[in-house]
């Protein structure tokens, strides 16, 4: 499909989800990036009226700057779909799979991915009993920016077993996913598709003087250190790299993907495990892909470019398979 330039973009952000001031931010850097390389920008800052106004806008491509639900869960990717809107980022079904992280581990394990065990448990089971020998980590299957995140260890001030009076992700979230608590280091690397199929950007390194990489130290300025490229062995960031683009592989993810890490130094290969792939990686100052992407000589205006022309490119060739496929049917 050839396009005139300017193409016309609507930058989809903001929402419900708890993670709406980081998607505003993402929008907005995206929308200003855009409008600084000549094209014709539509913000939404979405509400229940989304289809109405996409509607109305007519674009030629979405660019999704939504995170957590309903924005990386499927939800508005479904929605996209069915308007026959190109966009952003991963699709329905890698969307729906990608949020769970339970069913990310289904997907990635048997491909030989690393990543830790552990089980869903109910908040009524945590309360009678730790379902993992201390420390283990808690956190909610379906959400992004490490929301709602705990890690539980013999001296927490939650109680044994865990008091419901007790500040924690159990007093929000009906089920949680247990994990085990894996010492270390902090990695993370992002995959960026292109031509030649996807590429990773590199490793990043986050040094957290204190605490883990929660939200709050995701997107306040100051709180962790970004150490990029990360300083560590090179066969690490290679097994890093290797995994960071397997995931995004196997689960089917387009545009950009990034996944997050968990390395225990001390056990040199077999200590790296992959914690779970982001299909929708913040776009603003403090993100990482954007960092990443810089070091590997892509400014941010070029990256927001690039993933609106491999949206047009995907959903041309989805076009293309349902048109074959009408074919062989007729």
Same mark, same amino acid.
């Given at each position: ?19 709406? %001031? ?7 850097? +995206?929308?200003?990036?855009?409008? $600084?390389? /000549? ?11 989304? $289809? ?65 065990? /552990? ?13 993992? %020998?201390?420390?283990? +980590? ?7 920016? @490490? +929301? ?7 001296? @927490?001030?939650? /109680? ?37 199929? %996807? ?49 995004? &592989? ?6 950009? @993907? ?36 810089? &070091? ?11 993933? +609106? ?22």
């Amino acid at each position: 499909m050839m396009f005139d330039k300017p193409l016309h973009v609507a930058v989809l952000m903001g929402g419900w989800a708890n993670e709406r %001031p980081v998607s505003l931010m993402s929008g907005h850097g +995206v929308a200003d990036a855009l409008e $600084a390389r /000549g094209f014709r920008v539509t913000r939404i800052d979405m509400g229940r009226d989304v $289809a109405l106004r996409l509607h109305e806008a007519a674009p030629d491509v979405v660019f999704n700057a939504l995170h957590g639900v309903p924005g990386e869960d499927g939800s508005v990717q479904g929605l996209l779909d069915l308007m026959g809107l190109a966009y952003t980022h991963s699709g329905l079904a890698t969307s729906v799979i990608a949020i769970d992280k339970q069913l990310t581990k289904q997907a990635l394990v048997p491909h030989g991915i690393p990543m830790p065990g /552990g089980r869903i448990v109910t908040r009524e089971e945590l309360y009678q009993g730790d379902p993992l %020998p201390r420390p283990f +980590v808690l956190k909610p299957v379906n959400e992004g920016s @490490s +929301v709602g995140v705990a890690i539980v260890t013999a001296d @927490s001030n939650v /109680g044994n077993p865990i008091n419901p009076q007790a500040t924690g992700p159990w007093q929000e979230f009906a089920e949680l996913l247990a994990e085990p608590f894996i010492k270390g280091r902090e990695l993370t690397a992002a995959v960026l598709d292109g031509p030649d199929g %996807p590429r990773a950007l590199g490793v990043t390194e986050l040094v957290i003087e204190n605490g883990f990489y929660d939200y709050e130290h995701k997107y306040t300025e100051g709180r962790t250190v970004h150490v990029c490229p990360a300083q560590i062995p090179a066969d690490i960031t290679k097994l890093c790299e290797d995994y960071a683009i397997r995931a995004h &592989q196997v689960l089917g993810c387009h545009g950009t @993907s990034r996944t997050d890490f968990r390395w225990d130094d001390e056990l040199g290969a077999a200590g790296l495990f992959v914690l779970e792939t982001n299909t929708q990686p913040g776009m603003t100052p403090l993100s990482l892909v954007p960092e990443q992407a810089a &070091q590997a000589g892509i400014s941010y205006g070029e990256l927001v470019e690039l993933l +609106v022309h491999e949206a047009l490119r995907v959903h041309a060739a989805k076009a293309n398979k349902r048109g074959r496929h009408g074919a062989d049917q007729a």
